[in-house]
DNA sequence: GCCAACGTTGGC
DNA sequence: GCCAACGTTGGC
């Protein structure tokens, strides 16, 4: 999962200890988070940072609900497609796993071997939310940690 | 249903 | 700040 340090770090994840995820207003990502189950592992991405990478773990602590901002007119979020019966879009929370020792950078990533497939590390990876295998999620952790 | 125009993302 | 790579919108 995708953000802007602007936006959120991984250190206001740990500050915090939890955070619902809203706002994703993509429908490819969306799915994917709908898919994801409570306790399901997340690789927490910094894009647009300086270096990008991935800064640590987190994990579902809520399953994805209907996104409230989206029915708030108004909000930046507001959707006005979106209503009670269907409201679209969805959220869900995160709970601070670990922050990595280290920042796994996009250039580390791209360098690694076995993460050649990985979607990050693809040209025009612009999605929010990405899929990742577990044995990508494995080599990750590995780096982040040492 | 096609596709041009437009907006956004995000690496560089 | 540039721009490639998209996704979305809306006229036709």
Redesign the pocket.
């Known amino acids: 999962m995708?953000?802007?340090p602007a936006a959120y770090t991984i250190d206001d994840l740990k500050r915090d200890k939890t955070t619902s995820w809203e706002g994703v207003?993509?429908?490819?990502a969306r799915n994917f988070m709908r898919d994801m189950q409570l306790g399901d592992e997340v690789l927490f991405?910094?894009?647009?940072?300086d270096?990008?990478g991935v800064t640590g773990i987190a994990e579902i602590s809520r399953a994805a609900y209907p996104d409230p901002f989206a029915l708030k007119k108004g909000h930046k979020y507001f959707d006005e497609?979106a209503t009670k019966d269907d409201p679209i879009w969805v959220s869900v929370e995160l709970r601070l796993v670990e922050k990595f020792d280290e920042i796994v950078s996009?250039?580390t990533l791209?360098n690694t071997k076995g993460l050649e497939e990985m979607v990050?590390t693809?040209?025009?990876?612009?999605?929010?939310i990405q899929p990742v295998t577990a044995r990508e999620f494995e080599i990750v952790a590995k780096l982040g940690r040492r």
Do not use: W
């Open positions: 995708k953000c802007e207003r993509n429908y490819q991405y910094a894009s647009n940072a270096p990008s497609k996009l250039e791209k990050v693809k040209k025009g990876s612009r999605l929010s």
